[in-house]
C-alpha cells in the first residue's frame, strides 16, 4: 500500500485537521542519527519534537541521552514529569523560574541552564536572592564561522563569547561565586547544522554553501578544542554539545564534543530534504480537508497557513506532500482560513478527501494541533498530546 493510502486508511474514522507520527518512519530516521553519531550520545531537541510523550519514546531508544529544552519554565515541567538530565539551551530571563528552580533542590540537580556573559551571571543571582540549591551551567560558546576579517559571517547570532580567552575569563568568574556551578559547555555550529548544502537548482550557492561550511567545520575543530581545554582549568565540565540534525557526523569527530543535539531529523521536515550527507523519511504529517473547487483544476483545502519561523520566504510553508504534483497559488501561499491548491492531482480529488502535507520545520508544528495520531502500518495505534495539547505554549 503506498504512503497516501495507508495514511487514508490508518484515520479513515478522524475528522482533519489533525496530525499524525508516522512510527516506523521516525524510528528508521532514529537510527540513522544514531549511526551518523557513531557512538556519542544524541541530546534530543525538545523544541523540534513538542511532545512528552514523544520526548519520552525517543530518550527510550539506544543512542539518545538527555533533552535540550527551549524555556526554563519547559524543563521545569518536563522535570516535573520525571526528565531527569534536561540542558536549557537558551539563556533564560524568567526570574519567577529561576527562583522556582534555585527553591527545588530535585529540579536543580536535573536542569541545567546557559549562559553567555555576566550580566546574565548577575541576574541570574538577583533573581535566586540568597543561597539555595547550586545552578548548575552551561557556557555558550559561538560556534558561527567569520571570514574576510569579520566583514563575512555564517551562522545564528548566539553568544559574544568565542575565543578561549573569553570562555576562561567567564569560567573563572562562575568559580568565584558560591552557588552557581560549570558543569557544560555548548557550542552550536547553525551555518552546518541548519543550512543544506544541496539546494535545489542553485548550483553556484550550493558550491558556496559547500566551501563555507568545510572552512568553517576546519576552523571550529580547532578553536572549539581550545575553548574546551581552556574553560576545563576552571570547570569540571561534564558535556561539551554542539551540532545539529544537519552537522552530525562533523560535529562527532572532533574530540572535544561529547555529545551531539538533535531533534528535526526525527520528524524530518521539508527544510531538511536539501542535504547530501543523509536522507530521511517524512514523519511528522498533517492533514487537511478538501472543501471546495473553485475551478476544476483547483482544490481548497481548510487552514494551511502554518509557516515556520526563521528568515520569511516560500522554504518557510508547509509542502503539500500527497498527492504528489500540488502547489500553491503564487498570490496566495497557504492562506489563513483556506488554501488553494494547484497542479494535476487536484482534479481527482473531492470534496473531503485529505491533502497530507509537511511543515518546513519540525517541532513547529505542534502549536497547530492538539495530537499527534501515532501511526504503525496501517493503523493509529495511540494518540498523544502535543504540549499545546496539555495546554503548554512555552513559546
Ligand atoms: C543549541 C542547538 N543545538 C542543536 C540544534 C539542532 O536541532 P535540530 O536537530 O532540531 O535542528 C539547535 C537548533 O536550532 C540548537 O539551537
Known amino acids: 500500500m503506498d504512503d497516501r ?21 521516525m524510528r528508521a530516521n532514529a537510527a540513522d542519527l544514531v549511526r551518523r553519531a557513531a557512538g556519542k550520545p544524541i541530546r534530543v531537541a525538545s523544541k523540534s519534537i513538542r511532545s512528552r510523550t514523544v ?82 551551567l552551561c557556557l555558550d560558546v559561538d560556534a558561527g564561522y567569520v571570514a574576510l576579517g569579520g566583514r563575512f559571517r555564517a551562522g545564528a547570532l548566539r553568544s559574544p563569547i568565542r575565543q578561549p580567552e573569553d570562555a576562561a575569563d567567564l569560567a573563572a568568574e562562575i568559580a568565584k561565586r558560591p552557588g552557581l556551578r560549570l558543569v557544560g559547555l555548548l557550542a552550536y555550529e547553525a551555518q552546518i547544522a541548519g543550512v543544506g548544502d544541496a539546494p535545489r537548482g542553485q548550483a553556484a550557492y550550493a558550491r558556496a554553501i559547500r566551501l563555507m561550511q568545510a572552512r568553517s567545520a576546519r ?7 581550545r575553548v574546551v581545554n581552556a574553560v576545563r582549568q576552571f570547570a569540571e565540565l561534564e558535556f561539551v554539545n554542539g551540532g545539529g540534525t544537519g552537522s552530525v557526523e562533523l560535529t562527532v569527530r572532533e574530540k572535544a564534543i561529547t555529545e551531539v543535539g538533535a531533534g528535526s531529523g526525527l520528524f524530518h521536515p521539508r527544510l531538511f530534504d536539501f542535504y547530501r550527507r543523509f536522507t530521511g523519511r517524512p514523519a511528522a504529517l498533517f492533514a487537511l480537508p478538501v472543501v471546495r473547487r473553485p475551478r476544476p483544476d483547483v482544490v481548497t483545502v481548510l487552514g494551511g497557513g502554518y509557516p515556520a519561523s526563521g528568515s520569511a520566504g516560500p522554504s518557510r510553508l508547509p509542502q503539500p506532500y500527497l498527492p504528489a504534483g500540488l502547489r500553491y497559488a503564487p498570490d496566495e501561499g497557504a492562506g ?11 482534479q481527482d480529488l473531492r470534496t473531503g478527501d485529505r491533502v497530507w502535507f509537511r511543515h518546513a520545520k519540525a517541532g513547529e508544528l505542534c502549536e497547530r494541533f492538539d495530537a499527534l495520531h501515532l501511526v ?20
Open 55 to 136: 520526548l519520552e519514546r525517543v530518550l527510550a531508544m539506544d543512542g539518545f541521552r538527555g533533552v535540550m529544552a527551549f524555556t526554563l519554565p519547559e524543563a521545569l515541567w518536563l522535570a516535573g514529569h520525571g526528565f531527569t538530565d534536561i540542558l536549557v539551551a537558551y539563556p533564560t530571563a524568567d526570574r519567577h523560574a529561576l527562583a522556582a528552580l534555585a527553591a527545588d533542590a530535585e529540579a536543580a540537580r536535573r536542569i541545567t541552564v546557559t549562559v553567555d556573559s555576566v550580566a546574565h551571571l548577575d541576574f541570574i543571582e538577583h533573581a535566586v536572592q540568597g543561597p539555595k540549591a547550586e545552578l548548575r
Open 336 to 346: 489563513e482560513v483556506q488554501t488553494p491548491l494547484l497542479g494535476q492531482a487536484a
Open 5 to 25: 493510502r495507508r495514511y487514508d486508511h490508518a484515520t479513515a474514522e478522524l475528522e482533519p485537521p489533525f496530525a499524525i507520527l508516522d512510527l516506523a518512519a
Open 376 to 395: 504503525e502500518g496501517d493503523k493509529v495505534v495511540e494518540t498523544v498530546p502535543t504540549y499545546r495539547g496539555e495546554g503548554r505554549t512555552f513559546l
Open 219 to 225: 576552523e571550529l575543530i580547532v578553536r572549539r578544542g
